[in-house]
């Protein structure tokens, strides 16, 4: 395979430097932390009309920030959706980014393709490495070049899951991908390290298998192992293994920008500040230094006639992946069977990461729902879960969620009941469930989990 590239104009991006990722919980933390050149921000978590304080005035201090999409699902069977493109684009354009960053996951099923309820993953699921897979990840980033303003990047994800049949390496799957479109690439390299422990893949054969010089820049983050399975939590410090392969990436190339993440369980700003430093100290280790690849001035985002070619028509394909992808996707949100020559216990565990992920979130998004329900809400919440996808969104998820509990006669204590009422029916624009219509929503509730 070649490694030869058509990156337009995506080397605009320039040095970015050393970065954090930007969430609320830590934003004092943020502007406080010495040496940030850069942030990265969750695209769907901000508004491009009304941005956060925080991120106006790292902006005037001239620090570059990127938004970073979760949910536009590149990878997945159906082509990208225009709102969510547009979305991005405002975001981009609010923030003055010089590029867009996503994911190569698909996290969405079902739908027209397969004449079924769309399911929602909530969370980010690999793509298969197979052609048609690749076919139609090729076309949906050449939709979403032609859509955005500035180029966009793909980031490699952490899996718990191996796809069977499987045609091509992590590297070579990648490496192709920039061939046939010039989309540059975000590196995580703590998934490097998760794919080595869940999946059996060496980081350093897929480095060597990379294009190294479409890297737009690279992530870092934490993770824990439990019963041999490792979790990306983005939640703990980095590991010394997710180090080691910075430090081989940086003995190949010298990366454009280093970000850390942190998600969640956020500690205080002095150990940030220490994570960064040694981040720091192993990209001070010697190692090539690589020129960023550009285009002619004013090239355009989009990949060039040659590549376009490469990828012929990918509808008998996407009906195929349509298939493959709803089928698994319903077993792990929605109890069916799974899929032939997938790992049923490995599936238990990607679907028990998906529900806990989702009951996180949705105690996020609306935090009244676990105060109300108190030392109850997670157990609760993955009861109810374990059998009823998600329809449309976290905050959607949360007033179904609600309303499944209220057509129970649940909390059981009448005050808390009241509470999650009037809850509801603030944020849903409707009267709380009468009793005949939730003892029928209730029928209908079994029959579909049957």
Not at 127 to 153: F, G, K, Y
Not at 382 to 390: D, E, F, I, S, T
């Amino acid at each position: 395979m070649s490694h030869t590239t058509h990156v337009g104009n995506a080397g605009n991006a320039g040095n970015l430097g050393i970065g954090i990722g930007w969430r609320p919980e830590i934003a004092e933390a943020v502007e406080a932390l010495p040496g940030i050149d850069w942030v990265e921000a969750v695209a769907e978590n901000i508004c491009a009309d009304h941005l956060p304080d925080s991120l106006g005035r790292l902006r005037a201090r001239g620090v570059t920030v990127i938004p970073h999409g979760v949910s536009l699902g590149l990878g997945g069977a159906d082509r990208p959706d225009a709102r969510r493109l547009a979305d991005l684009a405002e975001r981009a354009l609010a923030l003055g980014a010089p590029l867009i960053t996503e994911h190569i996951a698909f996290v969405r099923g079902g739908g027209p393709l397969t004449a079924s309820p769309t399911l929602e993953a909530g969370h980010l699921l690999p793509v298969p490495r197979t052609e048609d897979a690749l076919r139609v990840l090729c076309e949906n980033i050449r939709i979403a070049q032609d859509s955005l303003p500035v180029p966009l990047a793909v980031e490699n994800i952490a899996a718990l899951i191996n796809w069977p049949d499987e045609e091509m390496t992590e590297g070579q799957f990648l490496a192709e991908l920039v061939e046939r479109t010039g989309v540059r690439l975000l590196i995580d390299v703590a998934n490097l390290h998760t794919n080595q422990v869940n999946r059996g893949e060496d980081p350093a054969t897929a480095l060597g298998q990379l294009p190294l010089e479409a890297i737009a820049y690279v992530h870092v983050a934490g993770g824990v192992e439990r019963d041999g399975v490792w979790h990306d939590t983005h939640a703990h410090p980095v590991s010394a293994p997710v180090l080691g392969i910075l430090a081989e990436l940086r003995s190949r190339i010298s990366p454009p920008g280093v970000l850390l993440e942190r998600d969640d369980n956020f500690p205080p700003t002095a150990e940030l500040a220490a994570e960064l430093d040694t981040i720091r100290a192993t990209l001070a280790r010697p190692g090539p230094v690589a020129e960023p690849v550009t285009g002619p001035e004013g090239a355009s985002n989009s990949t060039s006639d040659t590549a376009v070619e490469a990828a012929p028509s990918t509808d008998p394909a996407r009906q195929r992946l349509a298939l493959a992808q709803t089928a698994l996707l319903s077993a792990l949100v929605a109890g069916t069977p799974a899929p032939e020559g997938f790992d049923s216990r490995r599936l238990g565990v990607q679907s028990r990461a998906l529900a806990g992920k989702r009951a996180e979130v949705v105690a996020k998004v609306a935090p009244d729902i676990p105060r109300i329900l108190g030392a109850d809400y997670r157990a609760t919440f993955l009861a109810y879960a374990k059998c009823r996808p998600m329809r449309a969104g976290y905050r959607r998820d949360a007033l179904d969620f609600a309303e499944h509990l209220l057509i129970a006669d649940r909390p059981e204590d009448a005050a808390a009941r009241r509470e999650l009422t009037q809850w509801w029916r603030d944020r849903s624009g409707a009267r709380a469930p009468r009793r005949a219509t939730r003892m029928v929503r209730a029928a209908r509730s079994v029959l579909v989990g049957r």
